[in-house]
């Protein structure tokens, strides 16, 4: 039998492109990276049979995000090379792609949301932020080429939505501002590598957005026991924030600083060893806030405890960064990062290389062959774990 490879996102290790997975309610998962986009364990292609790709070069700095549905029937995705909804590359009035950067390997980024029904989508890039294929008159970005980034979160009812970037934080349309009007900037200046992220519950009735300045919920600032600002990750700190809001209004929050829920930081949880730790950080949180998964160049934390023997990167300084998703009930969970995409703990492989082994050993087990066998969802393969395929998705 031949060795079943892990499946990897990612070409490179230390890869610039990044890596993004979202779950579904149903436990499978698409994931995004320079290797091309990865649906029901297997890359996507196009009619001519070739791997999809939303970046246009390997090691890009545009990076890729992905959003999908909560019954995983519809998802987004983007990068430097356009936007793709459900398949197709996304086209305006003359048959163009639309393309959220001005430029190839720009450091904007790019940044989709989806609502769980999968009837509306956000997008945002260098070149501006578009709902639904249809730009909005605002930009989050101060510059092309910025590095504060970009990143958008949509509610169910496609209404309700919150954006930042280095030009302030947009909630549903409208630039928050302080008690003197001026606009509230999560970030100390424009081209700030502490980039930003925001949250919003499926309702649309809460929301968490954090930079180097501090977080924010529902437009205020979490403030320790002394009045100060928390602060997750310090100015210009390549490690970044990450945040996460429930359906019942608890959220989490990550950085440098360390892993805070509700407002208090978690004892003993670091998920990063240097601020300057290209890793990054990431968290997801269930719909209950009860469970929740975080990753970072130490290692992946579920419900409070550390993943035994479990890094998504192969260095502890990676580019290539790390993802994490969970399902709203905290059942399932998936990360990913340059050592590749694991399932609940567990290395994903690639279908196809894995079906393949399947057929071949699928008479040997006819006669007792102990390589092969099946365990509830999935198939096991020389003692490798490969989920079947959906009845719909054959």
């Keep these: 039998m031949s060795e079943i490879k892990p499946l990897r996102l990612n070409y490179y290790l230390d890869d610039a492109a990044g890596v993004r997975v979202k779950l579904d309610a149903n436990g499978g998962w698409t994931g995004i990276g320079s290797n091309g986009v990865v649906r029901d364990e297997s890359f996507l292609r196009d009619k001519d049979g070739a791997e999809v790709h939303l970046n246009y070069y390997r090691n890009d700095e545009t990076g890729v995000d992905v959003a999908t549905s909560l019954a995983g029937d519809r998802f987004v995705a983007a990068g430097s090379n356009g936007v793709m909804v459900d398949g197709r590359f996304l086209t305006d009035d003359e048959g163009k792609r639309v393309r959220l950067n001005h430029y190839l390997s720009d450091k904007t980024g790019v940044a989709v949301a989806m609502t769980r029904d999968g009837q509306h989508w956000m997008a945002a890039g260098s070149n501006g932020l578009m709902r639904d294929g249809k730009w909005l008159e605002q930009r989050l970005n101060t510059y092309r080429e910025d590095e504060t980034g970009v990143a958008v979160s949509l509610a169910e009812d496609g209404e309700h939505f919150v954006g930042a ?230």
Excluded at 259 to 270: A, E, T
Excluded at 371 to 380: I, P, R, W, Y
Aim: glycine content about 16%.
């Design 165 to 394: 970037g280095s030009q302030g934080v947009l909630v549903n349309g409208q630039w928050l501002t302080n008690e003197q009007g001026e606009k509230i900037h999560l970030n100390h200046y424009a081209e700030d590598k502490t980039g930003v992220a925001v949250s919003m519950s499926p309702d649309g009735k809460h929301w968490i957005a954090a930079g180097s300045r501090g977080v924010l919920v529902d437009g205020k600032w979490v403030r320790d026991a002394t009045g100060e600002a928390v602060r997750l990750s310090g100015l210009n700190c390549e490690c970044g924030v990450a945040v996460a809001m429930s359906l019942s209004g608890h959220w989490m929050a990550a950085g440098s600083a360390g892993l805070m829920k509700d407002g208090v930081f978690l004892p003993g949880i670091d998920l990063t060893s240097s601020s300057s730790n290209e890793t990054g950080v990431a968290v997801a949180l269930s719909d209950d806030g009860e469970h929740y998964v975080a990753a970072g160049s130490n290692g992946v934390v579920h419900d409070g405890e550390w993943v035994p023997s479990l890094h998504l990167n192969h260095y502890r300084s990676d580019g290539t960064g790390v993802s994490v998703s969970m399902t709203p009930d905290g059942s399932h969970w998936v990360g990913a990062g340059s050592n590749g995409v694991f399932l609940d703990g567990q290395p994903v492989y690639e279908r196809d290389q894995a079906e393949a082994e399947v057929r071949k050993l699928a008479e040997g087990a006819a006669q007792g062959n102990s390589a092969f066998g099946e365990s509830g969802d999935a198939v096991l393969v020389g003692g490798v774990r490969v989920r079947k395929r959906s009845p719909q998705t054959q």
